[in-house]
Nanobody, 114 residues
Framework: QVQLVESGGGLVQPGGSLRLSCAAS????????MSWYRQAPGKERELVAA????????NYADSVKGRFTISRDNAKNTLYLQMDSLKPEDTAVYYC???????WGKGTLVTVSS
């Protein structure tokens, strides 16, 4: 069955970095545009970044532009999110999503705090 498994979350100080990964299985990863969403406590889930099937085009929320980088390795069926210059307002559960599908991961928690 389809699985999206996020990893790499944790506690980091403001200004620090984390790299999230999303391991995909059960579908043809290279045929799917992919994205990262996040949901902070008490807030709606929001789009963070998206990437096309071959990885040639990316889009970012204004709040993370210049700090986060989405990428993918189709040979490894893995999606990544490099997060630099992290801020407390980046604290959220981060989810991997196959665009246009009903497939979501269970999320990984990122906490930015001193």
């Amino acid at each position: 069955q389809v699985q999206l498994v996020e990893s790499g979350g944790g506690l980091v100080q403001p200004g620090g970095s984390l790299r999230l990964s999303c391991a995909a299985s059960g579908f043809t990863f290279s045929n799917s545009a992919m994205s990262w969403y996040r949901q902070a406590p008490g807030k709606e889930r929001e789009l963070v970044a998206a990437i096309t099937r071959a990885g040639g085009i990316t889009n970012y929320a204004d709040s993370v532009k210049g700090r986060f980088t989405i990428s993918r390795d189709n040979a490894k069926n893995t999606l990544y999110l490099q997060m630099d210059s992290l801020k407390p307002e980046d604290t959220a559960v981060y989810y991997c999503y196959a665009i246009g599908s009903r497939y979501w991961g269970k999320g990984t928690l990122v906490t930015v705090s001193s």
